[in-house]
Nanobody, 117 residues
Framework: QVQLVESGGGLVQPGGSLRISCTTS????????MNWHRQAPGKERELVAS????????SYADSVKGRFTISRDNAKNTVWLQMNSLKPEDTGIYYC??????????WGQGTQVTVSS
């Protein structure tokens, strides 16, 4: 059974930091590209960050470049998103997603991140 479980979300003040995690099981994690997507209230879901299967290629949305860092540990089947200098517009539900060519795409259930004073 495939599982992607996000954790670490919560309430943080503007300018603060948060690290969210996605622990996975039930598929060959090391063969999948891992993404973080987010959905802000009233907005469409957007891609925030992506990391290649080997962890050697990273990409970010312009809105988070320089503030967010995606990383993974294939031995632990886990991907993280370190979020620094958080802004109110970073508020939303953050989802981890596993993708691989010619395979099913897997989504986690999401974790809420709220940036507010």
């Amino acid at each position: 059974q495939v599982q992607l479980v996000e954790s670490g979300g919560g309430l943080v003040q503007p300018g603060g930091s948060l690290r969210i995690s996605c622990t996975t099981s039930g598929f060959s994690f090391s063969r999948y590209v891992m993404n973080w997507h987010r959905q802000a209230p009233g907005k469409e879901r957007e891609l925030v960050a992506s990391i290649s299967s080997a962890g050697d290629s990273l990409s970010y949305a312009d809105s988070v470049k320089g503030r967010f860092t995606i990383s993974r540990d294939n031995a632990k089947n886990t991907v993280w998103l370190q979020m620094n200098s958080l802004k109110p517009e970073d508020t939303g539900i953050y989802y981890c997603v596993a993708l691989r060519l010619n395979s099913l795409t897997y989504w986690g259930q999401g974790t809420q991140v709220t940036v507010s004073s």
